[in-house]
């Protein structure tokens, strides 16, 4: 979805670096996510904040810390990259004021495809 | 941990015909959605169905939700080679902690 874009879209690092994966959104939407993507693993969520002064812990936040610029930038930090955070990184967005109650349907971005050595 | 689970984990049509992909879930939802994804790339939104629901259509796609069964199925009719890709479900619950919980998603293949 153009409306959410993510930089870098690849990365190549070195294991002890510290690597920032940035997403925007066009979308006004005031929710944001954080999710990684491994074979076999399906989508896992790392943070996710639902206004700029609200960030919180996913169920695989160890190794992350985030940080949420503004309404429409959220930026996911690895502070010393390990290869087993070698994945597919997603940044998302949603409205929950959808029509009929809170709908919570996510927008992707292109996602960051990133690999620690 | 996820709470969607897809079955199967892999499934090869031929294309024109139907493909049926199940999703099965363990707590209460508010509603459960389905994501497509194809190769590398990022998840679009599919359906949404909500916990007072039990049927619902968009273009080819039909699905269904069974809150006492704790399952749901998506349905593509009349498949075609450009529906390759990943699917997923996810369900939403939470109140006001509201958030979305992925599954580990069902390759589909529709060979031409």
């Known amino acids: 979805d153009a409306d959410v874009t993510q930089t870098p879209r690849n990365r190549i690092t070195k294991t002890g670096k510290r690597i920032m994966l940035e997403c925007s959104q066009t979308?006004?939407?005031?929710?944001m996510y954080w999710y990684r993507q491994d074979p076999g693993l399906g989508l896992r969520l790392i943070y996710y904040?639902?206004?700029?002064?609200?960030?919180n812990k996913g169920e695989i936040s160890d190794g992350y810390s985030v940080s949420r610029q503004a309404q429409a930038k959220f930026s996911l930090s690895l502070e010393s990259a390990i290869p087993n955070q070698t994945a597919l990184y997603f940044c998302?967005?949603?409205?929950?004021?959808?029509?009929?109650?809170?709908?919570?349907?996510?927008?992707f971005g292109p996602g960051t495809r990133l690999t620690v050595l | 941990s996820q709470q969607g689970e897809e079955d199967p984990q892999a499934l090869s049509i031929q294309e024109g015909e139907n493909a049926t992909m199940n999703c099965s879930y363990k707590t209460s939802i508010n509603n459960l959605q389905w994501y497509r994804q194809n190769s590398g790339r990022g998840l679009v939104h599919l359906i949404l169905i909500r916990s007072n629901e039990r049927e619902k259509h968009s273009g080819r796609l039909r699905v269904t939700l069974d809150t006492s069964k704790k399952s749901s199925s998506l349905l593509i009719t009349a498949s075609r080679a450009a529906d390759t890709a990943s699917y997923f479900c996810?369900?939403?619950?939470?109140?006001?902690?509201?958030?979305?919980?992925f599954g580990k998603g069902t390759l589909l293949t529709v060979n031409p």
């Open positions: 904040s639902f206004d700029v002064k609200d960030i």
């Open positions: 979308k006004g939407h005031d929710r």
């Open positions: 998302a967005t949603s409205d929950p004021e959808g029509s009929g109650g809170p709908t919570d349907t996510q927008y």
């Open positions: 996810a369900t939403g619950s939470g109140g006001s902690n509201y958030k979305l919980t």
